[in-house]
Nanobody, 127 residues
Framework: QVQLVESGGGLVQTGGSLRLSCEASGRTFSNNAMGWFRQAPGKERAFVAATNWSGGSAYYADSVKGRFTISRDNAKNTVYLQMNSLKPEDTAVYYC????????????????????WGQGTQVTVSS
């Protein structure tokens, strides 16, 4: 059974940092694009960041560019999201996602372009 499990969320003050992890099990995603999305209460799930299969190429939402960094360790089947200079508007449930349909290697920014999802981890930034 394929699973994506996020961890690392929590409560942090404005300006603080968190590092989210997403560990995959059940299959390898070393040849697959991976992404992070977030969903705040009452809002649609929104794109945050994505990386291609190798981690050599990444794309970010304008709202997080320069503050967040996506990375991956294919040997550990894990993708990370380093979040710095956090703001209250970053408060949301954060989800990781993996794309397996062809072509699977390059990043995508729409939720419906991903095939597997984690259960999410809550990030709360206090003002």
């Amino acid at each position: 059974q394929v699973q994506l499990v996020e961890s690392g969320g929590g409560l942090v003050q404005t300006g603080g940092s968190l590092r989210l992890s997403c560990e995959a099990s059940g299959r390898t995603f070393s040849n697959n694009a991976m992404g992070w999305f977030r969903q705040a209460p009452g809002k649609e799930r929104a794109f945050v960041a994505a990386t291609n299969w190798s981690g050599g190429s990444a794309y970010y939402a304008d709202s997080v560019k320069g503050r967040f960094t996506i990375s991956r360790d294919n040997a550990k089947n894990t993708v990370y999201l380093q979040m710095n200079s956090l703001k209250p508007e970053d408060t949301a449930v954060y989800y990781c996602a993996a794309r397996v349909r062809y072509p699977a290697t390059n990043y995508r920014t729409a939720p419906n372009e991903y095939d597997y999802w984690g259960q999410g981890t809550q990030v709360t930034v206090s003002s």
